[in-house]
Structures are given as C-alpha cells and as structure tokens.
C-alpha cells in the first residue's frame, strides 16, 4: 500500500516539476536566441497565471495531499514555480517585447474582424490585449459550461474557480500551437515548452488512473470528468507531439510543422 501510495505522491510531483520546467526552457530559448519570436505571448501570460491561481489551492485546501512524501515539498515547488514564471513574465516584457512577434500572435482576432468589431487599419487589430480578451471570454464560457459538467461538494464559486484554472490550462497553449503552424518550424528548446506540458498532463492523467487502484474503498466523485479533461488536454497538444516525435526520429535540428517535403 505504502509503495502505491509513494507512486502517487510522485505522479503529482512529476507534473509540477514539469510545469516549472516548461518555463525554464522559455527562459533558454530566450538567452539563448536573445529573440522572443516564435514565442505567444497570450500563452506565456495564460500559462504564468494559472501557476500563480495554483497556489490558492494549497490556501483553499483543494491541493493533493501527499501520504508518504513531506506535504512541505508540494507548496514550495509551486511557489518556486510561480515566482520563476512571473520573473519570465516581467522579463519577456521588460527585454524582449520589441522582438516579439505580435503579428503572428493574433489567435482571436479574426473572430472580432469577422464580425467588424474593430475599425478598419485599426493598430488594435495587432494588439495582443484584444487577443487575449477573446481567450479570456472563452475561458470564462468554458468555465461555466465545466461547472455543470463538474462535480463538487464546494459553493459556487470555489467550484468555478477550479473549473476556471482547469479552463485556463485546456486552452493555454491553444495561442503558441497557432503560432507554430503560421511559422511551420519551431526550435528544440521551445518544442520543449509542450512537451513538458504534454507529461505535465500525462502524469496527472496517470494519477487518475491508478487512484483505485492504491486507495481501494475511495473513488472520487470528479475521477472520471478529470480523465476525460486530461485526455482532452493531450488531444489537443497531439498533433505537434507528432510532428515532435517525427523530427526527433528524422533527425531534424528543428521541430518542423507539416509536409516538409514542401519545406525550402
């Protein structure tokens, strides 16, 4: 029992590691090229916040509870995390925003120029705050939508804040995916950004899976609705984890999207 009980304790210790991990290699990829092109700056931002409402879990007792590992180890990676997500936030606006690649990061603005909700040659056609309004209504709507999919012994809005994050992360990197099909080539270190993601809801998504098997007279009420989202989660991240997976075994020095038959 003790051993299945470590197992999970790890799976959930994984995950986290992977989320820290995911913004140590943006933070490579931009020492390293000096250049945030390529890089979503909606996703960067969305990510970064969700670490950061993460950390009221632990304040609201929401967060897994470890029975073999130190509960302190949990609270501090999660600190540490958010707190290295904010500084790559802070410091991708501070030093690389006039790299930034603005243009490419407009997942969302065809839906306001589609119906003419923006003045023709208007400079927020570019603005990635227009962007990101529309990200974070759809958030908001999926949101809701999850709380009545969702179940929970909490009030309204303790509930909705879990459905909130947990919309958060489904579509975070929706943005960065967007952006990578507009370039059709993407860099190691930043390939690495989804990958780590992709384990991220791996192992959450194994945790699931083995929760009865170790606790055998408990069954979360939420079990089956957080494997059916997690495995959303990786739908969604699937097919760059394919083109990933090609490239590693091609051996291609970058991350290539499509056809490369068809690439120059």
């Not at 590992?69 to 609270?75: G, S």
């Not at 603005?102 to 589609?114: A, L, R, T, V």
């Not at 040659?121 to 962007?131: F, T």
């Not at 009545?148 to 804040?161: L, T």
């Amino acid at each position: 029992m003790q051993l299945g009980e470590l197992w999970l304790d790890l799976l959930i210790h994984f995950s986290d590691l992977c989320i820290g991990g995911t913004f140590v290699v943006v933070f490579l990829r931009l020492r390293k090229s000096r250049s945030a092109a390529g890089l979503s700056l909606q996703t960067l931002a969305t990510v970064v916040g969700a670490r950061v409402l993460h950390l009221l879990s632990h304040y609201i007792g929401l967060h897994y509870r470890p029975n073999v590992l130190p509960w302190l180890l949990y609270p501090f990676i999660d600190v540490v995390s958010a707190c290295i997500g904010c500084a790559l936030l802070a410091s991708f606006c501070l030093y690389y925003y006039p790299s930034y690649e603005k243009d490419k990061d407009n997942f969302g603005i065809h839906i306001f120029e589609k119906f003419e909700l923006l003045p023709k040659n208007s400079p927020l056609k570019s603005s990635p705050m227009v962007a990101a309004s529309f990200l974070y209504a759809v958030v908001a709507v999926l949101a809701l939508m999850w709380y009545f999919v969702r179940r929970s012994q909490h009030g309204f809005w303790v509930s909705y804040f879990c459905c909130y994050y947990e919309a958060m992360g489904a579509v975070a990197l929706i943005p960065q995916l967007w952006m990578f099909h507009q370039d059709k080539r993407v860099s190691p270190l930043l390939s690495y950004f989804v990958v780590l993601t992709a384990l991220n809801r791996f192992f959450t998504l194994c945790f699931w899976i083995c929760y009865p098997h170790v606790f055998l007279w408990r069954y979360p009420d939420n079990r089956g609705v957080q494997m059916v989202s997690e495995t959303l989660n990786l739908l969604i991240l699937s097919d760059f984890l394919f083109y990933w997976a090609r490239s590693k075994i091609r051996g291609d020095a970058e991350v290539i999207i499509g056809d490369s038959s068809q690439m120059v």
